[in-house]
């Protein structure tokens, strides 16, 4: 039996449910389905290695952060033959994140809008959750790990955030990701201005030599913009990038505009909005930071990910790794092996006819 048909019969069960609380039952329940290796039964993508910033990535089809805010299903996440897995926002100290519901499904888009708000238990817990997976105490793969600012602290104080967390996940990312895109912190995209990501870039490089020392052990450092930038500002996110020499760059977050879904149910919700409605978005600014970068530093492409053809227009606009969220919602775990099948290198295709 398929992993695509157990997906199209679990699909209408999940959708029943309120968003959030599919949620909270879908990552336990896929925990302890790779606890008890009943996750076997999903076909994984065969080794396509690919090495981007210095990490050799077992496939290029990533998992997005924001799935596992709190990295507690990190070994579950794995079962599904990710060649990275990125997890977090995670924040200095714990915060709630925003009132209920704040997550709702769009699916004549095939889209999910959500203003979560970084909710987490903070980095202290998300740092012990980390250490106690299988996944890194065995060294199975590729682990982002993804940092946010606290909703209470003022922006002018932001980077002091940043860098309290880049100090606590250091040691056990394979990359961190700097997180200034998500619409759902206030002011938070204000980061993504000239001047704030020259400050903010500047002092966690600073940091990260620092602990390069300490440990003995470069970690890459990416940072995660949106999709509602204009040329101008890509180009000066691109410049900041070039400038701070930033390890790579992940595009995108979810997008704040609303054209995709006027309309609809819930196409009226604050929050980001995810899914196919981003895919056109992220392209563009994938290609706007080629032009600026091109081979410079990497693009990692995340929005809209529904299909093979989907991850391989990313790599067309310039990407060199692909990650995967709303798409894995609508379409299940197959797609994973989907997309890696549609970016493997040709010469791993010839040898396999053979």
Do not use: W
């Not at 979560?116 to 250490?131: E, R, S, Y």
């Not at 990359?175 to 966690?204: C, F, H, M, W």
């Not at 990692?300 to 894995?328: C, H, M």
């Amino acid at each position: 039996m398929s992993d695509k048909f157990l997906y199209a019969l679990a699909r209408p069960l999940l959708f029943s449910l309120e968003p959030e609380t599919a949620h909270h039952l879908t990552l336990p329940a896929l925990r302890c389905a790779a606890h008890y290796s009943l996750t076997d039964i999903i076909a994984k993508p065969a080794r396509d290695p690919r090495t981007v910033m210095g990490i050799e990535f077992p496939n290029p089809v990533g998992m997005a952060a924001g799935l596992d805010k709190d990295g507690a299903y990190i070994d579950g996440l794995a079962a599904l033959g990710f060649g990275f897995i990125e997890v977090g926002t995670v924040t200095p100290r714990a915060q709630p994140g925003n009132p209920l519901p704040r997550m709702f499904r769009l699916p004549a888009a095939g889209a999910v809008i959500n203003r979560m708000g970084f909710n987490n238990g903070g980095v202290d817990a998300f740092v012990a959750n980390v250490q106690a997976s299988r996944f890194y105490q065995e060294k199975q793969g590729v682990l982002g790990l993804n940092i946010g600012k606290n909703a209470d602290t003022p922006i002018e104080r932001a980077a002091e955030d940043y860098v309290h967390c880049l100090e606590k996940v250091y040691p056990y990312a394979s990359y961190v990701t700097v997180n200034i895109s998500s619409p759902n912190t206030k002011n938070l995209r204000q980061l993504q201005g000239a001047s704030e990501l020259d400050a903010l870039l500047s002092q966690l490089k600073s940091a990260q030599r620092r602990l390069a020392d300490r440990y003995g052990r470069y970690v890459p450092v990416t940072l995660k913009i949106a999709p509602d930038m204009d040329a101008e500002q890509v180009k000066n996110v691109a410049d900041a990038l070039l400038r701070h020499r930033i390890d790579g760059v992940i595009g995108t977050n979810t997008t704040i505009t609303r054209d995709a879904v006027n309309g609809m149910p819930h196409g009226d919700e604050a929050g980001g909005l995810s899914g196919k409605p981003v895919f056109a978005l992220s392209n563009n600014v994938i290609r706007g930071l080629k032009a600026e970068l091109g081979d410079a530093l990497p693009i990692i492409g995340v929005g809209g990910i529904f299909n093979g053809a989907d991850a391989r227009a990313k790599i067309d606009a310039g990407a060199s790794l692909v990650q995967l969220y709303t798409g894995l919602i609508y379409q299940g775990p197959a797609l994973v092996r989907e997309c890696a099948e549609a970016l493997r290198a040709p010469a791993a295709t010839a040898s396999a006819h053979h």
